[in-house]
């Protein structure tokens, strides 16, 4: 009997022993939340399983989710990609820290970056994410219709008589890429659009912008009248024109398309940055972080956060994200992309445009400050033949007297 216990006391010993050392050994789990939903998803996975499978330290858990903003405000998450124009937000909100720390853990400085990105995730001289990408409005053109990419305004108005019937230089939506389309062209033209926090578009800088939107529809005439949503992109790949449909040879869009215009034209297929019409360069684009929650606190997690961070951005791994089409904004991968430019005219392309690219000023509730701009002042832009300074400012100072009540709550 006392030899039975004895054994069953090392038993017990020994079996606390080897539990105890499996919990010590557990990996130390974060949990990214992202909403890479569509085709780039797969490209983001491929780094996240890169990076479980080197390693057995720690373990990323990636969930891709359509509604990942809700999910992050009403979850347990540790790593979080917030886009750059509502990454103000999320920092004022505090439901996100700085990343200072973490960059020197996994060996990253902000100089190793793109300075456009660098200065987007800097808020109140801190770092407050990892600056991903850029995906700026981008250019591309039917090269059986437009040879070489147009690169000024007069280059587009001298395609409107070479074409042919219900053939137009390019498109001008009706909705979609409305804001895009009203900012690209302040960018290009210098003109400020904040005071103080909130939006500001009652400005005779900003009126001229929209008027000469107005211009290119009803006087111009480089697009059809009465596009609907994505219409830029559409009409880009209609290739038989007729009584009842119309073609763009160009189309400025986002390079979310870039898939389809290229299974659609192939080596017919031309990107380029784009043309300038305003007064210099310019474009305006979406962009993503990767940012930490504020409720991270637990020294492993942040360990493991930084090795997940260091892991990813090197030129062998974030590659997989210029893969998807991306435009990484990482400078080696910049550099790689420049010498390896026909294996990634797109990524490369939209990297030409990083200095000059606008993301949304850094305001609290951006996208609210602009919704009333975006839907019914764009709408009387691109439907009102004629359209006035008279009839346009008091539109825009009512966008702006909303921009700052939100901005103000």
């Known amino acids: 009997m006392k030899r039975f216990l004895a054994i069953l006391v090392s038993a017990l010993l020994l079996t606390t022993m080897l539990l105890g050392a499996a919990v010590a050994e557990a990996p130390v789990t974060i949990r990214f939340l992202n909403g890479f939903t569509g085709g780039d998803g797969a490209f983001m996975k ?27 405000e009403t979850g347990e998450y540790d790593l979080v990609v917030i886009h750059g124009d509502l990454l103000p937000t999320y920092q004022i909100n505090g439901a996100i820290q700085p990343v200072d720390s973490l960059y020197e853990a996994a060996g990253l400085k902000p100089e190793d970056f793109h300075p456009t990105g660098a200065a987007m995730v800097t808020l109140e001289d801190q770092q407050y994410a990892f600056p991903l990408d850029i995906h700026p409005l981008t250019m591309f053109y039917n090269k059986k219709l437009v040879p070489e990419a147009p690169k000024t305004y007069e280059d587009i108005l001298a395609l409107a008589g070479m074409l042919g019937d219900n053939v137009y230089p390019m498109g001008i939506p009706g909705s979609g890429l409305s804001e895009w389309y009203m900012m690209f062209l302040a960018a290009q033209n210098n003109v400020e659009l904040t005071d103080e926090g909130a939006l500001k578009f009652d400005t005779p800088e900003f009126a001229e912008v929209l008027l000469k939107l107005n211009q290119m529809l009803f006087v111009d005439k480089v697009s059809p009248v009465g596009l609907g949503l994505d219409g830029e992109f559409t009409t880009f790949m209609t290739d038989k024109p007729d009584a009842s449909a119309v073609q763009t040879a160009v189309a400025l869009t986002g390079p979310w398309f870039y898939t389809a215009a290229l299974e659609k034209y192939g080596e017919d297929l031309g990107v380029a940055p784009l043309p300038v019409i305003g007064k210099g360069p310019g474009s305006y684009g979406g962009a993503h972080t990767i940012a930490v929650s504020a409720k991270v606190t637990d020294p492993a997690k942040l360990e493991a956060i930084a090795e997940y961070m260091k892991y990813m951005f090197t030129t062998e791994n974030l590659l997989n994200w210029a893969d998807s089409g991306q ?83």
């Open 327 to 409: 435009a990484p904004l990482y400078l080696p991968v910049i550099e790689y992309l420049a010498a390896h430019q026909e294996e990634y005219p797109l990524s490369y392309t939209n990297s030409l445009q990083f200095e000059n690219t606008r993301i949304a000023p850094p305001v609290y509730n951006v996208r609210e400050q602009s919704q009333y701009l975006g839907s019914t002042i764009y709408n009387l832009v691109v439907t009102k033949e004629g359209l006035t300074l008279d009839e346009l400012m008091p539109e825009l100072e009512k966008a702006t007297s909303l921009a700052r009540e939100i901005a103000d709550e």
């Open 46 to 72: 491929k780094i996240t399983d890169g990076f479980n499978a080197s390693q057995s330290k720690y373990v990323v858990e990636e969930l891709q989710e359509k509604d990942h903003y809700v999910k992050f």
